[in-house]
Every structure is written in C-alpha cells, then in structure tokens.
C-alpha cells in the first residue's frame, strides 16, 4: 500500500468520524495522522505482534480477546493495515480482512473510533483522540511514549494535504 491509497480512503472514510465540529478536528487528515504514525502512510503493513494479546498477555484472558484467541490463535494478537487495528477492536472483520483488504481495514478504524474513542473514552480533542489511540485513554499527565505519539500525529495532521 501507498501513501495516496491511504489518503485517498482517509478522504472517504475519515467524514465518518463522530468529532465534534466545534473541536475543529477534520476527520479525514485524523485519521490520515494515525495512519501516518502507526504505519508511515501504509509502507509498513506488515502485521505487528502485540505479545499483550496473546495466551499468557496481561489482554489475553479478556472478553472478547479470550474468544479470539480462541478462534483465531495468534493471528488474533496482531494489528494490521495502516492504521494497525487490533482483531479485538475490530469488531465484525476478521484478521485476514484486516490484514487483505485496507477498506474492510479503514472501516474498522472508523467502527471502533466512534464506538470507543469517542463513545466510551469521550475524547474531544485532537490529543485525546490521539492520546486514546495510543493508549487506550487520555490523561492531563500522559506517559513520554504517548506525548511522542500525540506530537507526531500532530506534525502528521499538520503537514498531510488531503
């Protein structure tokens, strides 16, 4: 995948983020950032292990990771595509969609930006939503690893042209 293509479904799928218009936020050149940052706008796809996920992970035995590894075996403790989505936040695509198919992979950023990061987490600016992405939540007070990310996808957000 190239960085056009995952622009290109950044441009598409990315209007379907729940952001509030107040925030200022596009949702489009969002998700671009992130893809920016978890995959160098989709050169490197290749799925990364996420040993949190797998049998024995602090992850492993949660619902609905549990019933994936279960199913799906290792495959199940990776992420995958541009946006290196994991099976488990993925809800409704498997890991070979996610792993073939960067639309079915976009879609899944899109499902489970609105239903958790902006649903449950209640993230509303840019460094929420980016801290959440990261980390599975924001803080005032954010780890160095998370404010390298929230920094980055900002330089991403910043300099992408969609």
Same mark, same amino acid.
Request: hydrophobic fraction near 40%; include cysteine; glycine fraction near 8%.
């Given at each position: 995948?190239?960085?056009?293509?995952?622009? +290109?479904?950044?441009? &598409?799928?990315?209007?379907?983020?729940? !952001?509030?218009?107040?925030?200022? &936020?596009?949702?489009?050149?969002?998700?671009?950032? !992130?893809?920016?940052? @978890?995959?160098?706008?989709?050169?490197?796809?290749? *799925?990364?292990? @996420?040993?949190?996920? $797998?049998? #024995?992970?602090?992850?492993?035995?949660? %619902?609905? =990771?549990?019933?994936?590894?279960?199913?799906?075996?290792?495959?199940?403790?990776?992420?995958?595509? *541009?946006?290196? !989505?994991? %099976?488990?936040?993925?809800?409704?695509?498997? *890991?070979?969609?996610?792993?073939? $198919?960067?639309?079915?992979? +976009?879609?899944?950023? &899109? #499902?489970? /930006?609105?239903?958790?990061?902006?649903? !449950?987490?209640?993230?509303?600016? /840019?460094?929420?939503? +980016?801290?959440?992405?990261?980390? #599975?939540? /924001?803080? @005032?007070? %954010?780890?160095? #690893?998370? =404010?390298?990310?929230?920094?980055?996808?900002?330089?991403?957000?910043?300099?992408?042209?969609?």
């Amino acid at each position: 995948m190239n960085e056009d293509e995952v622009l +290109a479904l950044s441009k &598409v799928y990315g209007p379907l983020l729940h !952001i509030l218009d107040s925030s200022g &936020v596009s949702g489009a050149k969002f998700m671009a950032a !992130i893809a920016g940052c @978890e995959s160098n706008f989709g050169q490197n796809t290749t *799925p990364r292990y @996420e040993a949190a996920y $797998d049998v #024995g992970g602090k992850y492993a035995e949660n %619902p609905p =990771q549990n019933e994936l590894l279960a199913h799906w075996g290792k495959k199940a403790a990776y992420s995958y595509g *541009p946006w290196q !989505i994991l %099976p488990c936040n993925a809800i409704g695509f498997t *890991p070979d969609e996610l792993f073939t $198919d960067n639309e079915k992979c +976009a879609l899944a950023f &899109v #499902g489970f /930006f609105n239903r958790y990061i902006v649903g !449950i987490r209640h993230a509303l600016t /840019f460094d929420e939503m +980016a801290q959440t992405y990261n980390s #599975g939540r /924001f803080t @005032e007070q %954010p780890a160095p #690893g998370v =404010q390298r990310y929230v920094a980055d996808a900002l330089h991403y957000y910043q300099s992408v042209e969609l």
